[in-house]
Structure formats: C-alpha cells, structure tokens
C-alpha cells in the first residue's frame, strides 16, 4: 500500500483537472495516504517544487477552471536523465505512487517513471477528446459548451449583418469538438481533419441556399485544419457575402467546469487512488460504456479511436 503518492497536471489545461486534483487528494487523505502536488508537471518533479496538500488545500477549487497546481511541457523528462531525476527525487521525497492528469505525451512520461518503479495512474485531461482508450475526456464538455454559446452570438450578428462566419475552433489533430458543435449550432458545413472537404460544393450549397432567401451562414472549422481566414476570403470571393474568419483559440481552455467534467474528474480521481492503494501503477483511468474501468498504459497508447461520422453524417443532413 502507498503511504505518499504525488499528482501533478501535464500539457495543456483543461477545465475539471481542479475536480480532479481535489478528489485524488481527499481520497487519499480518508485512506491515510500523504499527497503532494508537484507544481507545473514534471518539472516540478524534477525540481522537487512540490507542496503538501491536505483537505483545506484543495478547498473550493471544484468549480475553477484551469489547475490550481499549474502546468507545463518538460523537455528534459523526455530524456533517460530527466526520468533518472524525477525517479531521484520521488525516492528523496518518499513518494511511491503519482496521478498525473493530462494526454497521451504525459501518459508516455507516467509509463517512463513506472518502468523505474514508481508507480503511475494517467487521467484523461484534455478538451480534445483525442485520447484512444477512453470515450470521454476531462475538460471536453466544458470546451464544446463554451465554443457553442459563443458561435451561438457570433450567429446572432452574423444574421444582422448578412454574413457567413468561419469559426476555427480547437482540436489540434482531432475534430471532435468541431462536429460536436457544428450539430449542436445547426452549422451549415464543419471541416476536420478525419474526413475529406470539397470548399467549392460548400460555396455551391450557400449560394442555393441564398436563392431560397437564407442570408446567413456558420461554417466550423477544426483548429488542425487551419486556413480560416483563407476559406473565408474564398467564400467571400466567390458569393458576394461578406465572410469573416473568427478563431475562438484559448477561450475554450478556461470557465467553470460543467457538471459533467466535475463529476467524470471526481469518480475517476477516486478510481486513481484506489488502484494506488492497491500497489498498482503503469495504468490509464478512462470510460468505456459509459463506466470507469483501468487499462495498460502502452496497450492505451496503441488504441485507435474511431471518429463521430455518425455526428459528422448529421450535421451534413441538416445543414442549410
């Protein structure tokens, strides 16, 4: 059983990693085990800049967006060396066991300082959704619900004007954000990466669209995709309609976390220190089916996640 576990956040910020934070720690302390939060990832660990954490600590945070106990990228951690410090300074510090929250590259990190024997439990942190072993992602819900109500008042004066809107929203290689909200904003088209995009049959169905009295347009496009404010010039172009690109960007990172990123960051900040508890490490925390179940951290990054063509099939359907 661990005495001392750590939990650190890694890459980017993602609204529910407080939640998470929160429950590991609690969870812990009903268990008798001392938390540390190592402070902006893993070179914090390597830096040994770590805090002890107790109930008060973590403290009404469930409800902030971001991580109370920062983030970071850690280039060194990549290297033999920087493993090798961490390892030294988890032995210096008596931790046995560490949660880190985050993506796959963070996961490749916790399945580095497993194999030196300290055990690690991965939670899925991130608003992309892009993680292979799990269905559902801390922070993806808040994403979506912030990028729809603002594409819903970017529609409002889109409509006043006469426009078509480009909204570029994040999802770096995945667009699963970007067909969520699509369909959930009536969008008139969406754009990723996993399927293939003809602009030319887009602009064909605006300009029918227009003979029939439409006069607005939104069209999503995922951040890995890019060139938003070149579809929007070429769609202005070739229609008439004043087009106009608008990037959401880091907008979609920060807020308040919605029920269910607190609560999926709750349950499975718990699951994380049980298998702790238990001695158990080298394993991702994820849902499947809609329950919380532990994978092989190396079988988890060799997973393939299907894209929602389903969602993506309905925003086509019923656009325009």
């Not at 889109?158 to 954000?177: F, L």
């Amino acid at each position: 059983m661990a005495k001392t576990i750590g939990v650190l956040t890694s890459g980017g910020d993602a609204p529910g990693m407080n939640a998470a934070v929160r429950a590991v720690t609690r969870a812990a302390l009903a268990k008798g085990i001392k938390v540390y939060g190592i402070l902006r990832g893993y070179n914090g660990l390597i830096n040994g800049e770590v805090i002890e954490l107790d109930s008060a600590s973590v403290s009404g945070i469930i409800q902030r967006g971001g991580t109370c106990i920062y983030t970071a990228r850690c280039l060194e951690f990549k290297t033999p060396e920087g493993v090798a410090k961490a390892k030294a300074k988890c032995d210096e510090l008596g931790i046995e066991g560490i949660v880190v929250i985050g993506g796959d590259g963070s996961f490749r990190g916790a399945a580095d300082l497993s194999a030196m024997g300290i055990n690690c439990i991965g939670l899925p942190g991130t608003i992309d959704n892009d993680i292979q072993c799990t269905e559902y992602t801390i922070g993806f819900d808040t994403a979506m619900n912030t990028a729809t109500e603002m594409i819903d008042k970017l529609r409002d004066t889109a409509q006043s004007h006469d426009r078509c809107t480009v909204v570029e929203v994040m999802g770096r290689n995945a667009g699963y954000i970007a067909v969520n909200v699509a369909c959930a904003v009536g969008a008139e088209a969406v754009i990723t990466l996993e399927e293939p995009y003809d602009l030319d049959m887009i602009i064909a169905e605006i300009l029918e669209a227009k003979k029939h009295g439409k006069n607005h347009y939104i069209i999503v496009v995922a951040e890995g995709v890019g060139h938003s404010e070149e579809i929007a010039k070429t769609i202005g172009e070739k229609t008439g309609i004043e087009s106009r690109a608008t990037i959401l960007g880091h907008v979609q990172r920060g807020g308040s976390p919605t029920v269910r990123d607190r609560v999926v960051a709750t349950q499975m900040g718990c699951y994380a220190v049980e298998l702790l508890e238990k001695g158990i490490g080298n394993r991702v925390v994820g849902m499947k089916n809609h329950q919380i179940y532990d994978v092989d951290i190396q079988e988890a990054l060799s997973m393939k996640k299907p894209f929602q063509t389903d969602v993506y099939n309905a925003v086509n359907i019923t656009a325009f």
